[in-house]
């Protein structure tokens, strides 16, 4: 239709190469036409974590296959797109620059404008995706393998602040560390999650990270509490006693649920904010979905979180938040613009 463009959305920063399109309507709603994902994570899942030179191999292999198949589901052709998208960091360099590079290459081909863009907004921006806008003002709460945030959004394309981090671990490298502590597989979200439902979560009193009188409000902990799971298992496993897995992972994941949701409704209430969007790998958890759900419901918070598949990363959500910076007329990156693995958040698209 007249009026509307085309957004391409590439991201690369960790294990997964993304391609996405979305289209920019010219009342500024913006749809999703097509999300293609390659993941390597078999390929670090004998390593427990992933491994940066196999990620950009990986990309480099995939991105191809992957474009192909974004442009083969949308229906469209490279002459369709009117603007890219690229993560431009946070997040692995050498996984990075080969998303950028890609990025370059295609937008100086098309003679389109380019957009490096923030991963961590990418994760938000692409609930508009699901729920349509998002309101004036909101809070954000990313839950991955690489970050734990709260994010106080103020316009997606306008500005991001950091209200919280993690101090040390990320929710999700406490699951991935705590399924290698219990011989589960890697990743270790989704096993300890389906253990857990077998499990009770009162059977034991692991620690709430940061949560004293005297602790940073909206930071989070996790490695005291991964610690604290390795400690109890080593000592029953010296008794000779079996261990409980569905009950340890029940406790563990309740005490990541509780921590994550109790400061994500404080901040929330604290800084005046109605709605609340959980995204990021961990943000399929069912435990920290339930709770949230309950809780936000308590304290009169809309509660969003986008489906499983747009909440771990993908080149939609950077499409996504592509398209909402062109919509707010941003300026676009320079052609030679680097990847920055440590992009602060508050960086929305670089200039
Ligand atoms: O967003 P994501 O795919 O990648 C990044 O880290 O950016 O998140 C992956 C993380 C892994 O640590 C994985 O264990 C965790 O998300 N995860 C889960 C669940 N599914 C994935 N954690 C808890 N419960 C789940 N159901
Ligand atoms: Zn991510």
Redesign the pocket.
């Known amino acids: 239709m007249t009026g509307d463009r085309v957004v391409l959305g590439i991201e690369s ?4 190469t993304g391609v996405g399109l979305v289209r920019l309507t010219a009342d500024g709603t913006v749809e999703l036409l097509a999300d293609a994902v390659a993941s390597s994570v078999d390929e670090h899942a004998r390593f427990g974590g992933v491994v940066p030179e196999i990620a950009s191999r990986a990309h480099l292999a995939a991105m191809v296959p992957t474009m192909r198949r974004a442009l083969d589901q949308s229906g469209l052709k490279l002459s369709d797109v009117d603007a890219i998208a690229v993560t431009a960091g946070p997040g692995l360099a050498g996984a990075l620059m080969v998303g950028v590079a890609a990025a370059k290459a295609y937008a100086s081909a098309l003679g389109v404008p380019l957009f490096g863009v923030n991963h961590l907004g990418g ?1 938000v921006a692409v609930d508009t995706l699901e729920h349509g806008p998002l309101p004036e003002r909101c809070l954000a709460l990313l ?5 734990t945030q709260l994010l106080l959004v103020e316009g997606i394309a306008e500005k991001i602040t950091e209200v919280g981090s993690t101090i040390d671990d ?4 406490a ?2 560390k705590v ?1 290698r502590i219990l011989d589960l597989p ?5 096993p ?2 389906r253990q857990a439902r077998l499990g009770d979560p009162a059977a034991i009193a692991f620690p709430r990270g940061l949560t004293g009188p005297r602790d940073p409000r909206y930071d989070f902990s996790f490695s005291g509490l991964k610690t604290a799971v390795a400690r109890w298992v080593e000592t029953e496993q010296r008794a000779g006693r079996e261990i409980p897995v569905p009950d340890v992972c029940a406790s563990f ?1 309740e005490a990541v649920a509780d921590v994550l949701t109790a400061k994500a409704v404080r901040a929330a209430r604290d800084l005046n904010v109605d709605t609340l969007v959980i995204s ?3 943000a ?3 435990r ?1 979905s339930a709770l949230a759900a309950q809780r936000c419901a308590e304290a009169g918070i809309r509660l969003r979180v986008p489906r ?1 598949r747009l ?3 993908n080149g939609a959500m950077i499409a996504a938040l592509g398209a909402h910076v062109l919509a707010a007329g941003a300026k676009p990156s320079p052609l030679d613009m680097p990847a920055n693995p440590g992009l602060p958040v508050n960086t929305i698209v670089i200039q």
């Open positions: 920063s960790c294990d997964e994760h839950v991955s393998g690489g970050h990320a929710a999700g490298e699951y991935d399924a890697y990743p270790g979200g989704p300890i999650d994941q990021g790998g961990v399929a958890n069912s920290l499983p909440c771990t990363d």
